[in-house]
């Protein structure tokens, strides 16, 4: 079983402490990587391999969902702009990231992709459930209103 199905199965179960909210095509949690404030992965269900495997309605859905994060984040944060990815090479279950930009990053950092920061950065600033809670709310009612 991939982390991506384990953490499906805690977002349904309610037991994810950085689960925000469902949505149609799936659950948004908050990263474990906070280091940009907000960064969110958007995990399907039922969980499939990858976007190749949803047809073309669960496909528009899903990426509906992604952008609506998006916009949520982007009004909640207060960020310049969004980035998404999708990937499933290391934990082969789709999930995408949608990762808050800033304009106060260093610029070195804010001009390259959200993984150019030193590791120590990264794992600098991890979920922290009683800090991350506020945001968690704010966010999720910011989805809410676009449902």
């Not at 384990?6 to 469902?22: D, H, Y």
């Not at 990762?99 to 991890?126: C, F, N, Q, T």
Request: proline residues 7%; negative net charge.
């Amino acid at each position: 079983m991939s982390n991506i199905h384990i953490q499906v199965e805690a977002a349904r179960s309610g037991i994810k402490p950085s689960l925000i909210c469902r949505v149609p095509s799936g659950w948004v949690v908050l990263c474990d990587m906070q280091y940009l404030s907000g960064y969110c992965i958007l995990l399907p269900d039922p969980v499939v391999p990858s976007l190749n495997d949803l047809d073309r309605a669960q496909r528009a859905e899903y990426l509906c969902d992604m952008a609506l994060i998006g916009d949520a984040l982007l009004e909640v944060t207060g960020a310049y702009r969004i980035n998404y990815a999708i990937f499933g090479n290391s934990d082969p279950a789709l999930h995408a990231h949608i990762i808050p930009r800033y304009l106060s990053e260093p610029e070195a950092m804010r001009l390259g992709p959200p993984w150019s920061y030193p590791k120590e950065v990264m794992d600098g600033r991890m979920f922290d459930a009683e800090r991350d809670r506020e945001l968690m709310r704010r966010i999720a009612e910011a989805i809410q209103e676009r449902l």
